[in-house]
């Protein structure tokens, strides 16, 4: 196995962690977001405020790109475990 072989694996491996955790980052920036805007407009500084919407648009955001990311997951494992042959001979 060459150097630029592993750097590729890592590489890909970065790529796969961006794409799945993406959805649910940006999500709870944006609400975040959004929050803190309300927040600051009605000069409401409420903990759970900025807690429950969050957790809620999390929640749902899991349960609808839930399947995708498990789907690239298990895409990026397979494609790893067929390469095992060249990589290692």
Known sequence: MTPNTVMDIGRQAIEVTLMISAPVLLTALLVGLIISIFQAATQLNEA?????????AVFVVLLLAGPWMLQYLMDYIQRLFDSIPQLIG
């Open 48 to 56: 759970t405020l900025q807690f429950v919407p969050k957790l809620v």
